[in-house]
């Protein structure tokens, strides 16, 4: 199982950024995916889930900005990220549980920063 994830990067407070992640080994459509993020220092927290039929989770503080979408042709997850602020400012990873397993993708830094 592996998990590529890419589009982080330096934005603007009030900016958009959107990150994604290439899942392969599995049979993506059968698993929730989501997207956690880690704070210097701290636990990774979750950010967003998403079933395999579509339902989606989002943690308080990013309810209404970030947006989780998946495109099982393409065994790809993504997050939209909208109104950035500072505090967002974190590593972002991408997750799936398949056979009672976590596994990760590699991590991508968004820096959210005038």
């Known amino acids: 199982v592996q998990l590529q994830a890419s589009g982080g990067g330096l934005v603007q407070p009030g900016g958009s950024l959107r990150v994604s992640c290439a899942v392969s080994?599995?049979?993506?459509?059968?698993?929730?995916t989501g997207w956690y993020r880690q704070f210097p220092g701290k636990q990774r927290e979750v950010v967003a889930t998403?079933?395999?039929?579509?339902?989606?989770s989002y943690s308080d503080s990013v309810k209404g900005r970030f947006t989780i979408s998946r495109d099982n042709a393409r065994r790809t997850v993504y997050l939209a990220m909208d109104v950035l602020k500072p505090e967002d400012t974190a590593v972002y990873y991408c997750?799936?549980?398949?056979?009672?397993?976590?596994?990760w993708g590699q991590g991508t830094l968004v820096t959210v920063s005038s």
């Open positions: 080994g599995i049979n993506f459509r059968l698993n929730t």
């Open positions: 998403i079933t395999s039929s579509g339902i989606t």
């Open positions: 997750h799936v549980f398949f056979r009672e397993r976590n596994y």
